[in-house]
């Protein structure tokens, strides 16, 4: 299974689908988890955090 999480495209959207602790969670369990490039910049996760996780 693959869970992708994509980057807000609205103005003044902050929030993210996927955190990294979340994404741990899911790659533990063996899933694919694919994190669109500064998803979490708007929640105050950079990328680093989501690659430490296990996401690509």
């Known amino acids: 299974m693959t869970v992708g ?3 807000e495209i609205k103005p003044q959207e902050n929030r993210v689908a ?3 602790p979340g994404a741990a969670q899911l ?3 063996g899933v694919k988890v694919v994190v ?3 998803a979490g910049r708007g929640a105050d996760y950079d990328d680093e955090e989501y690659v430490k996780a296990g996401a690509e």
């Open 18 to 20: 996927l955190t990294p």
């Open 36 to 38: 669109e490039t500064r």
């Open 5 to 7: 999480c994509p980057k």
């Open 27 to 29: 790659a533990r369990r």
